[in-house]
């Protein structure tokens, strides 16, 4: 167990639809990054969050979004959804940027 | 930019059997992270390793070993004495200094068979 938790761990929606999923990181993590995995695409880098404020962007669709709360879980937002968005989304978590990320148990996304 | 290749993409050994899983990266950079992630067929991701760009000593831990080698940026993983537990997909990735992104490889499947 890393510590790091999502939710859901799984999730069915039709296309066109939105989503949200959350992560907690760690405790005493202030970094938050998210990633999606998909058969053809691999593993890609999305997004990272450092103490609420964005820090980088990956390869994030302009119709996914995502924040860092105060008490520094994140959400990832994913709307217009598509067939090919269907993927297992993690959130993983660091102390600080450029440390060993730890990840959760993802949540894998299935849009019909 | 900033690339991880990870040329083998998929190996079967015989349990007891050791395997080396081979990563090259590119970076511009002078400071930057390796790490190594596996990822069993339950789907989590779990840390295996650290390394930064300064340290190039070889480590060992059980029968995991990496050989780090800026010559040919390269920074390779050997399984000795593999067991079924093994199997997984295996994943190289880098990270340039400024910690903003986090590059993957592409992964190697390594099924171990009894």
């Known amino acids: 167990d890393s510590g790091v938790t999502q939710t859901p761990k799984h999730l069915i929606t039709a296309t066109g639809q939105r989503v949200t999923l959350r992560c907690s990181p760690r405790?005493?993590?202030?970094?938050v990054y998210w990633y999606q995995q998909s058969l053809d695409q691999g593993l890609q880098f999305l997004i990272q969050?450092?103490?609420?404020?964005?820090?980088a962007k990956g390869n994030i669709l302009e119709r996914f979004s995502a924040q860092q709360f105060p008490d520094l879980h994140s959400e990832l937002n994913l709307s217009s959804l598509e067939l090919g968005d269907s993927a297992l989304y993690f959130c993983a978590s660091s102390v600080s940027p450029g440390d060993e990320q730890f990840f959760g148990p993802g949540t894998r996304l299935t849009v019909l | 930019a900033q690339k991880v290749t990870q040329a083998q993409t998929e190996i079967s050994v015989v349990e007891k059997e050791d395997v080396t899983l081979d990563c090259v990266y590119e970076t511009r950079d002078t400071t930057y992270y390796l790490f190594w992630y596996k990822q069993p067929p339950s789907g989590e991701l779990v840390f295996l390793i650290r390394?930064?760009?300064?340290?190039?000593q070889n480590e060992i831990s059980g029968r995991y070993s990496w050989n780090f080698q800026k010559s040919t940026s390269s920074f390779n993983f050997t399984i000795t004495a593999s067991q079924v537990v093994d199997s997984a997909v295996y994943f190289c990735?880098?990270?340039?200094?400024?910690?903003?992104?986090?590059?993957f490889g592409p992964g190697t499947r390594l099924s171990v068979l009894p």
């Open positions: 405790s005493g993590d202030l970094s």
């Open positions: 390394r930064n760009s300064f340290d190039e």
């Open positions: 969050y450092y103490n609420g404020e964005e820090r």
């Open positions: 990735a880098l990270l340039v200094k400024d910690g903003q992104n986090f590059v």
